[in-house]
């Protein structure tokens, strides 16, 4: 993600931008995730996500694969929170499929 109007790497890697917190928001997440044993619906914050937009379990075995192998690019992310969370609902909206 960007950091006043710059993308914020480290090497090749894209950083994400602290404080964003869309990944943890805009997505469903099926996994178990401690205090949410059933996931996650699209559009609700994780509740191990702090005040800070930063996940209180990063790092630890019980965060969700998914969240693990998750990784900040531009083309999601784009080059703000705002614009890392409009992507990702967008993502959701055109992956949601009715059963």
């Given at each position: 993600m960007t950091c006043y109007g710059y993308e914020r790497t480290l090497g090749d890697v894209m950083l994400c931008n602290p404080g964003c917190g869309a990944c943890c928001i805009a997505p469903s997440?099926?996994?178990?995730?401690?205090?949410?044993?059933?996931?996650k619906p699209a559009g609700v914050r994780c509740i191990q996500l702090d005040d800070d937009n930063l996940c209180k379990i990063f790092?630890?075995?019980e965060r969700p694969k998914?969240?693990?192998q998750f990784s900040a690019e531009v083309d999601i992310c784009g080059h703000s929170a705002k614009e890392a969370m409009d992507n990702l609902i967008e993502l959701v909206n055109l992956t949601n499929v009715d059963v």
């Open positions: 997440i099926s996994s178990p995730i401690p205090g949410m044993p059933d996931g790092g630890q075995p998914v969240c693990e």
